[in-house]
């Protein structure tokens, strides 16, 4: 299965308030009054009065986004970050290969980042999204990391997590789904690594 994701994540109520009178802002919620706000161009086109850039090579370490995050777009982000972190983050995923990005704002500047990843075969913990999650405040608990800990894997896709947001879900909701996942991964992780698609965003 494929995995693509372009969001903001940050606390709900700095999301919700930076962007109550967006037309096209959707929050979905995560755990730990965190949320995800899908980045599309439309949103980029009623940020910033432009059509948004996208890169047509391929991420990289020198250009680790595959949406150009142009000064409009950076400089409200940052702006942004004055009520608390936010992040900027970027992964995807078919067949077994991908690359994960990330950057975080604080205080109205960038405070780490931007981080990106093509192979994923560090610590977890080091992994771009985890870190930035790290940065935002994300609390450890039962789950494998950051990403699932917050329920970044129960939409695979922005259009999933649209949905998700206008339903008006809680990552709470998908706690079955959830719990069939991360059994999943155990059983992957007992097993010998082999040839294929991978059952989550990223991991071996």
Known sequence: MSYQLSAVVADVELLREQTANLDHAVLAALRQDFALLPVTPQLVTELTG???DFCTDEPSAAQPFQLVLSSLVSEML????RQG????????????????SAVVWLGGAISWGPCFD???DGPRAQWPINAALARLGAEPGPWIDPFAELGLHLERATA???AHGRRGLSADYWDDLAEEWELRQSEQHQQPPRPGPVGDWGSA
Do not use: K, M
């Open 160 to 162: 999933g997590w649209l």
């Open 118 to 120: 093509g192979t994923l």
């Open 85 to 100: 972190p936010v992040a900027y983050l970027e992964a995807e995923f078919a067949g077994g290969l991908g690359h994960q």
């Open 78 to 81: 940052a702006g942004w970050s």
């Open 50 to 52: 432009e059509l948004p």
